[in-house]
């Protein structure tokens, strides 16, 4: 199968041509124009990524497996914990969002529940501290301020 | 001489207790995160830059921890090789073929030994070369103009993927991207917006540092979780250490042809830490081999220690004096220093002399640490080796978030490392290239200002770019790069793969 090159490249050649087209659109600078623009390079660059994106859908190399869907969807929950990781650090305050998400993270890894959760609280606690007092970087507390 | 003197000042710089410190800290940390299979060189300085940055260190001690960092990984990656058969990068992958056999022999300590030294014998050698051959290519690349330097630019890229790269089109497809990348924000000559959408947050571009963070770390999370690769690998055990002087010496000729070979191929462009492993130790099996070689021979893993080292600080060559990195890490280390405020290039020894030869002396030091560190406390980086990754791993993406979040306090910048961890995801599963990626948007604006300089020079004659002698053989060694690969690599990779093989069969 050669699916994925074939679809990569597509999808690259929208981004190039988008990316040419809007390049065109940028508004004259401050002074008229002069022989480069700002969009001289953009354009050179959509070129390229055109020209490659167009050999890469005619001539695509052998795909690599993509995971199957248990797994892709197992990726996607990681990669929402990490968002909401970064949502939570400040309201909720950088250790327990850090050991939540530690802990699940190498639960999902295979870690035992037990193990997992030790490993979460023990690293967000010695990384807070370090960084807090050590390095004197504040991390915010968040609901453990109070 | 010249060059003696300024050595000398720069060691009146690495001498001082700051400067060793950050040294001994760089080389531990380097030797761990080059120990870790799956981490890499590129990596473990890629997390590390958000937090010197925002420890506020001065430029000098940045660089110098950074560059023991990258020193300790090169020491750190033959430690996976000998033990599990894993090279922790690529370019210790020939240290597998004769490293893993002597510890299946029982002699797993001699070998870590040996290679230790080795590796010191590579990176003196290779930082001397430097030393010599430094300040007289920055005093040539003086004479670079505007348009001689977007030819040397064009050069990096099509040498990026190596001699050795498998698809040219990615490459520059890559490239491309990361260039792209740098153009989004206020044009710096004109004032004109790009692709901000009039968003905030984009107008001074995307931060590469979160971009390179993204990119290699949170991918290899997901690759980790995709492998269930959480519980590690068997190691074979460690023996009391045996060996004597006689064994040492038995190895130095290997491991100084090695380290020759190996700066040279670090300097020139293209060819990188993998080629120059590959080289010597091919070399060294042909000169030395009476059929022990892939069974265990010492030399056969002091030459690609000795080149995979040498290769290393042969690197930093083109990175410091034109400011144009070889390879992944060295694109790293060049991330660091933009996000310093200094420009390397040419200029970088004249307007930045204490930095560079405190630097360059450090790496002595630094070599001198690593060495003694790496005899007897092996055994304590192999305890770390047994560490599962399941436990290793989101420890490590933490801290490497917390660098993120520290360098600005935005909650914003971890949404983006995210999202270029999940395009990094993508990337490798379509096998494009990072490290172009990183590279084009290191050097997209310097590439784009040096395009301009030159056609307005020139009132807008695109033939400037073609109008010297030097730029043009800048672009014939650029065509080359991109076309030599295509004829030269499936051979050479052939012939790499077929050495690993006959290991596995043993």
């Known amino acids: ?146 | 001489m010249d060059t003696m003197s300024l050595l000398m000042q720069g060691f009146a710089v690495a001498l001082t207790p700051e400067s060793i410190m950050f040294a001994v800290i760089g080389a531990i940390l380097g030797t761990l995160i080059g120990a870790l299979p799956g981490l890499g060189p590129a990596n473990g300085v890629a997390i590390l830059i958000p937090l010197a940055f925002s420890l506020g260190l001065s430029p000098t001690s940045s660089l110098i921890l950074l560059t023991s960092v990258y020193a300790g990984a090169m020491y750190g990656g033959r430690i996976s090789s000998i033990l599990l058969n894993i090279p922790g990068d690529e370019p210790a992958m020939m240290t597998c073929l004769d490293g893993y056999p002597m510890a299946l022999k029982g002699k797993a300590a001699e070998a870590l030994a040996i290679s230790a030294i080795a590796s010191f014998i590579g990176s003196f050698i290779a930082t001397i070369g430097l030393v010599i051959l430094a300040p007289i290519l920055a005093k040539f690349a003086l004479k670079f103009g505007p348009s001689e330097y977007f030819a040397l630019f064009a050069l990096a890229f099509a040498t990026l993927g190596g001699i050795t790269g498998k698809n040219q089109f990615k490459t520059l497809m890559a490239a491309a991207i990361g260039l792209m990348i740098a153009t989004v924000g206020i044009d710096i000559s004109t004032g004109v917006q790009r692709f901000t959408y009039n968003t905030l947050e984009l107008f001074e571009g995307v931060d590469f540092i979160i971009a390179i963070v993204g990119l290699f770390a949170i991918s290899e999370l997901l690759f980790f979780l995709e492998r269930h690769a959480g519980d590690g690998l068997k190691q074979v055990a460690i023996n009391k250490l045996k060996l004597s002087p006689k064994d040492i010496v038995k190895v130095l000729p290997a491991s100084f042809r090695g380290a020759v070979l190996g700066f040279v191929a670090g300097v020139l462009p293209g060819a990188g830490a993998s080629l120059g492993s590959f080289i010597s130790y091919t070399l060294e099996k042909r000169v030395s081999d009476k059929g022990e070689f892939g069974k265990g021979d010492p030399r056969g893993v002091a030459a690609p220690e000795a080149g995979n080292n040498g290769a290393a600080s042969g690197a930093l060559v083109p990175m410091l004096t034109l400011g144009v990195p070889g390879s992944g890490t060295t694109a790293v280390l060049l991330a660091m220093l933009i996000s310093l405020n200094i420009s390397p290039g040419p200029m970088l020894f004249q307007q930045n002399a204490d930095l560079v030869w405190g630097v360059i002396a450090a790496m002595f030091v630094g070599n001198l640490v690593l060495l003694l560190l790496n005899i007897p406390m092996v055994g304590i980086f192999v305890k770390l080796l047994s560490i599962p990754p399941k436990y290793l791993m989101p420890v490590v993406t933490l801290i490497a978030s917390v660098g993120i979040y520290s360098v600005s306090h935005s909650a914003l910048d971890l949404y983006f490392m995210v999202g270029f961890g999940v395009l990094g995801y993508i990337f490798r599963k379509v096998d494009i290239p990072l490290v172009p990626i990183i590279l084009g948007m290191l050097l997209g604006p310097e590439m784009e200002k040096s395009l301009r300089h030159a056609l307005v020079l020139s009132d807008g004659d695109w033939g400037v770019l073609f109008n010297s002698g030097l730029s043009i053989g800048l672009w014939i060694v650029a065509i080359l790069g991109l076309v030599l690969p295509v004829i030269v690599g499936p051979i050479i990779r052939a012939k790499m793969k077929k050495s690993k093989d006959t290991v596995k069969d043993v």
């Open chain 1, 1 to 146: 199968m050669r699916i994925n090159d074939r679809v990569f490249g597509m999808l690259m050649l929208i981004l190039a041509v988008v990316y040419g087209w809007e390049a065109t659109k940028f508004p004259i600078p401050f002074g008229g124009h002069e022989s480069v623009g700002p969009e001289t390079f953009p354009i050179m660059l959509s070129l390229i990524l055109g020209i490659s994106s167009i050999y890469l859908i005619v001539r695509p190399d052998p795909d690599e497996k993509w995971a199957p869907v248990a797994m892709l969807i197992e990726l996607s929950v990681v990669v929402l914990s990490m968002l909401a990781f970064a949502w939570a650090i400040e309201p909720i305050g950088f250790m327990p969002a850090a050991a939540l998400v530690v802990s699940f993270l190498s639960w999902r890894m295979g870690a035992s529940i037990a193990k997992s959760v030790i490993t979460g609280v023990t690293s967000s606690v010695v990384i807070f501290f370090l960084f807090n007092n050590v390095l004197e970087l504040a991390l915010p507390l968040g609901l453990l301020e109070f």
